[in-house]
């Protein structure tokens, strides 16, 4: 019977170990890759890669072997992706050593890889057909039961960990590996589930974020636009008021220029009259004769006029400066008044919810139950005196307590013919007569008999108001120490109170006055997002 001869493994370079491509052979019979043997020459003396015999002649193409392998190529390997090498790829089991072709698929039961040829044997063999096929994988060895040497098929719960059939003796909890793989699927699935959810939920924020970003970017732009409006107003006052201060100057200018031109003209011609007399005089002084010289003694000019002095004003006109002045200044700030629109469009985000604090109110004033609105009732109400009230003077705090940063609110005021609004330190003074001022803790402002308004500085200050705010805005800014007033329905400013020492905790403070008849609207609390504001 004949041998097959598996010749293989003598189309092989000896040094690059793949199958030959180009084959040549040395004098000494040897057979390379041309190029492998090319490269070994290069860097070595021209002798044979194997025997180190000197070759004496240029290695020629082996026609033979190069036709073997092409026949070898057309015939038994057609598909040259059979073959393994690269990394990460599994090798067949079976096939020889000489020449290995990918795996296909693992049986974890046997614990060894195939390629597509010995896959075939494998499933073929009946009492294979149970074992369980798997993509190619690496390390099978690991499949198996380090104790007992037999394939991993059950799961013990218990030690969580993959066992053999043997392992069971004395492991507890045990179920089958394709029900454990179930069980953590479902888990797997829910767990995906919720990571899909929070990658929406995350989507839904970005988008969220974007559109609230677009929205600050328009703002930003707008208000930036409304700025360089405001100031480029300004800047044409200011270039108007220079020419109006620059004209009349101009206007001298040219006059003094012409006058300056018609005195030159005028005194040029002066000197070239007297000039003349001089001629003349010169001519008859040294007259002999004495009556002749007396007959011809020219007419001097009686006297010599000095009136070419220049006329033109060039002082300026102060009081035309002071006017222009005050008109100026009153436009520049009626401009940057303009400014406050974009002031309380940024301030309103530092809302807070002021509420009421009934027990520190005085015994007249009425607290509504939501504790949004307060009024003199016009007179005591029956309520526990408590130690924090105003006794003497009608006021009320109200909360939160402002410690840090900013904080703002409105306050609807209305048709009210009296009233005070504004903060007071928490530990101020609230018994027996009591003195409006930043130094004593109180920073207000109020509206008092005949409309007048003013500002409870240490030495007070009158306000000078266009119009009766009916809705009052109150800002603190305890990092810059300020507290600022604003009319909100005018989108005005009305008054602010710099360098203010709080030192300790601020609340915000409210005084209704005294209802005689005419003061018995309510102070209202409003919602800043319920608030109609003038943009």
């Known amino acids: 019977m004949a041998t097959a001869v598996d010749i293989c493994r003598h189309l092989h370079c000896p040094i690059c170990k793949n199958l030959l491509a180009e084959p040549v052979s040395t004098s000494c019979g040897h057979t390379f890759c041309k190029r492998c043997l090319d490269q070994h020459i290069s860097m070595s003396d021209p002798q044979c890669a194997l025997c180190l015999e000197p070759m004496s002649t240029k290695p020629s193409v082996n026609a033979t072997l190069e036709a073997l392998l092409r026949e070898f190529h057309q015939t038994q390997l057609s598909d040259l992706s059979l073959f393994t090498g690269e990394r990460g790829e599994v090798a067949c089991d079976i096939c020889g050593a000489s020449l290995t072709f990918r795996a296909v698929k693992s049986c974890l039961i046997c614990q060894m890889s195939y390629c597509e040829h010995h896959l075939k044997q494998h499933q073929s063999t009946a009492r294979l057909k149970g074992h369980k096929l798997v993509s190619p994988v690496e390390r099978l060895d690991q499949r198996a039961c380090s104790e007992h040497g037999r394939p991993l098929e059950l799961y013990c719960r218990q030690g969580e960990r993959c066992i053999c059939a043997l392992c069971v003796k004395t492991a507890g909890d045990v179920t089958s590996v394709e029900t454990e793989r179930e069980r953590r699927q479902a888990v797997q699935q829910n767990t995906i589930e919720q990571l899909e959810k929070m990658i929406g939920q995350r989507q839904d924020k970005l988008e969220e974020l974007q559109e609230t970003a677009t929205n600050c970017q328009a ?100 009081g035309t400066m002071r006017i222009l002045k005050a ?193 018995s609207a309510p102070m209202v609390i409003c919602s800043v997002n319920q608030t109609d504001i003038c943009m």
Request: charged share 25%.
């Open 219 to 318: 703002l930003i732009e707008r208000q930036q636009q409304e700025i360089k409006q405001v100031f480029a107003a300004v800047t044409e006052t200011v270039r108007r008021a220079e020419g109006v201060l620059l004209a009349p100057l101009e206007n001298g200018r040219r006059s003094l220029e012409k006058e300056m031109e018609e005195k030159t003209q005028q005194i040029q011609k002066e000197i070239l009259k007297y000039k003349e007399i001089i001629t003349s005089l010169n001519d008859t002084k040294n007259e002999e004769d004495d009556i002749l010289y007396l007959q011809t003694y020219p007419c001097a000019p009686a006297e010599f006029k000095d009136d070419w002095a220049v006329s033109i004003d060039t002082e300026l006109n102060f």
């Open 327 to 519: 008109a100026v200044l009153a436009e520049i700030e009626s401009n940057l008044e303009e400014l406050c629109t974009v002031e309380i469009q940024r301030i309103q985000k530092f809302s807070v919810d002021v509420l009421l604090d009934a027990e520190t109110a005085h015994p007249r004033l009425e607290v509504s139950p939501d504790g949004k609105t307060v009024k003199d009732a016009g007179e005591i109400q029956e309520i526990p005196g408590s130690p924090t009230q105003f006794d003497r003077v009608g006021g009320i705090l109200g909360t939160p307590q402002i410690r840090s940063g900013r904080a703002f609110w409105i306050v609807e005021v209305g048709q009210m013919e009296g009233w005070e609004l504004g903060v007071v330190r928490d530990g101020a003074k609230r018994k027996g007569k009591i003195s409006y001022k930043p130094s004593e803790g109180y920073w207000a402002i109020v509206l008092f008999g005949q409309g007048m308004y003013g500002a409870f500085e240490d030495t007070p200050v009158q306000l000078q108001l266009s119009r009766k705010p009916q809705k009052v805005g109150v800002f603190v800014d305890c990092e810059e120490a300020l507290v600022s007033f604003y009319d909100m329905e005018a989108s005005s400013h009305i008054y602010t109170f710099n360098k203010c020492s709080f030192y300790e905790v601020i609340r915000p403070y409210f005084n209704p006055y005294h209802n005689n008849g005419n003061n």
